[in-house]
């Protein structure tokens, strides 16, 4: 956590959910708020894992407002795991208490890219600023397509040697979409080593949306 990192706890539909918002510097206007989802409950996934952090900082040099949260049964968040479908519900909750109105951004790593993926679906009306899809979880959920009208606005990353999740299983889900994919050369699942790269592949797409 940085300086600016405050801890919070929002009411979820099975509990509470242990947050952190992360702002921008003082006197920076935020542009918005974005939302990021981590990995699988199941496997050591929390709002503190590496790629999750790195989002939240490439979304506050970009100006936002990043809030990061553990799903229900990780950490001190409520409830228990409910293999994406409750999940979805808690993303749900914290972009009503966090962000109920303005500009929304929204993203998410491995299985909080499954799971991000349905909440674009579901929050179509808001019209997302921007998507951010990072080692997306294709090869072992069923990601929601990205409509064609948010393309623009969604950046998708995969590393090339990611064995967690191979990137012939995101193109795969891509493909029909016809939905391009930034692949990382020699990166595997968690970017080990290429972290700055990621965030500023991100940043660089926060900027042009």
Do not use: C
């Amino acid at each position: 956590m940085n300086a600016l990192t405050q801890k919070i706890s929002l009411t979820g539909p099975a509990g509470a959910l242990e947050a952190l918002l992360d702002l921008p510097p003082e006197g920076v206007a935020p542009r918005g708020t974005a939302v990021i989802a981590h990995p699988h409950p199941l496997f050591g996934g929390t709002m503190d894992n590496k790629v999750v952090q790195t989002l939240a900082r490439a979304f506050v040099l970009s100006g936002w407002r990043a809030v990061r949260f553990n799903f229900r049964g990780v950490g001190a968040s409520e409830g228990a795991y409910d293999e994406g479908r409750g999940e979805l519900q808690d993303l749900l909750a914290v972009v009503g208490h966090s962000a109920p109105d303005g500009p929304l951004a929204l993203a998410g790593f491995s299985f909080g890219a499954f799971v991000t993926s349905h909440a674009v679906a579901a929050l179509a009306a808001r019209d997302p600023q921007a998507v951010v899809l990072v080692g997306t979880a294709a090869s072992r959920f069923t990601v929601a397509p990205i409509g064609p009208d948010l393309h623009e606005r969604t950046l998708v990353l995969h590393g090339e040697a990611d064995d967690t999740v191979p990137l012939a299983d995101a193109m795969a889900w891509a493909r029909p979409q016809t939905l391009p994919i930034t692949v990382v050369p020699g990166g595997g699942h968690f970017f080990h080593g290429q972290l700055p790269l990621l965030r500023s592949l991100v940043v660089r797409h926060l900027r042009a949306v």
